[in-house]
């Protein structure tokens, strides 16, 4: 099945220059439609208007986390489907595993680059 590269984007980090960074690595990949929110809150209210193919999601963030975002996107049936993959500084086993169980599709530590961000969404989405 063929990635469709017009599919809605949602790129969340409370940390500006990593919006840009990631949201122009997707641009490079192909990807057209972007979106950004700064935190899991605002994030989940685009996700509760808009139907996105694929959400990249930073763990650290105030007020809510990536993982208190994941945890709710999980437990509302309109959205558990939705594809996500959290973007961390930090690779702290304990964190990976409460990430898997919560339901993440894939796990991205920082430093990153197109390449491993293109292998992160081949591995959840499928080749494009």
């Given at each position: 099945?063929?990635?469709?590269?017009?599919?809605?984007?949602?790129?969340?980090?409370?940390?500006?220059?990593?919006?840009?960074?990631?949201?122009?690595?997707?641009?490079?990949?192909?990807?057209?439609?972007?979106?950004?929110?700064?935190?899991?809150?605002?994030?989940?209210?685009?996700?509760?208007?808009?139907?996105?193919g694929l959400?990249?999601?930073?763990?650290?963030?105030?007020?809510?986390?990536?993982?208190?975002?994941?945890?709710?996107?999980?437990?509302?049936?309109?959205?558990?489907?939705?594809?996500?993959?959290?973007?961390?500084?930090?690779?702290?086993?304990?964190?990976?595993?409460?990430?898997?169980?919560?339901?993440?599709?894939?796990?991205?530590?920082k430093p990153?680059?197109?390449?491993?961000?293109?292998?992160?969404?081949?591995?959840?989405?499928?080749?494009?």
């Open positions: 099945m063929a990635v469709d590269m017009s599919m809605q984007i949602l790129v969340v980090d409370d940390y500006k220059t990593m919006l840009r960074i990631i949201s122009n690595l997707l641009k490079q990949l192909g990807f057209e439609n972007i979106e950004e929110a700064s935190d899991g809150a605002e994030a989940l209210e685009k996700m509760k208007k808009t139907s996105y959400v990249i999601s930073d763990w650290n963030m105030e007020p809510m986390t990536g993982y208190e975002l994941l945890l709710k996107v999980r437990s509302d049936d309109s959205l558990k489907r939705t594809p996500f993959i959290m973007v961390t500084a930090e690779s702290k086993t304990e964190n990976v595993i409460a990430a898997k169980k919560a339901g993440v599709n894939n796990y991205i530590v990153f680059n197109g390449a491993t961000l293109k292998q992160k969404i081949t591995a959840v989405l499928g080749e494009f």
